[in-house]
Nanobody, 127 residues
Framework: EVQLQASGGGLVQTGGSLTLSCVASGFTFDDYAIGWFRQAPGKGREGVSCINNSDGTTFYGDTMKGRFTIPSDSAKNAVYLQVDSLKPEDTGVYYC????????????????????WGQGTQVTVSS
């Protein structure tokens, strides 16, 4: 059974930092790209960042560069999302998802290329 377990969300003050975790099971982790997406209240899903574990390529959404980092640990089947200098507009539910891109990097879009999704973890940034 494929599972993606996202965790690490919580209430953080503006300017703070947070690390989210996504632990995968049920598929060959090193073959897949893992992406992070978020959905703010009343808004559509937005791609944050992805990493292709098959070639190590990372990609960040246009407005995500500089504050977000996406390390991967294949020994733990885990991908993390490190966020610095949090802003109230970072508030939302953060989801991790898995997709097969082969050895061709990764992309985000609206997540249509992603086959498996985790349950999400809530991040709330207070002003």
């Amino acid at each position: 059974e494929v599972q993606l377990q996202a965790s690490g969300g919580g209430l953080v003050q503006t300017g703070g930092s947070l690390t989210l975790s996504c632990v995968a099971s049920g598929f060959t982790f090193d073959d897949y790209a893992i992406g992070w997406f978020r959905q703010a209240p009343g808004k559509g899903r937005e791609g944050v960042s992805c990493i292709n574990n098959s070639d190590g390529t990372t990609f960040y959404g246009d407005t995500m560069k500089g504050r977000f980092t996406i390390p991967s640990d294949s020994a733990k089947n885990a991908v993390y999302l490190q966020v610095d200098s949090l802003k109230p507009e970072d508030t939302g539910v953060y989801y991790c998802a898995a997709a097969l891109f082969g050895g061709d990097g990764c992309s985000l879009g609206h997540g249509d290329d992603y086959d498996f999704w985790g349950q999400g973890t809530q991040v709330t940034v207070s002003s």
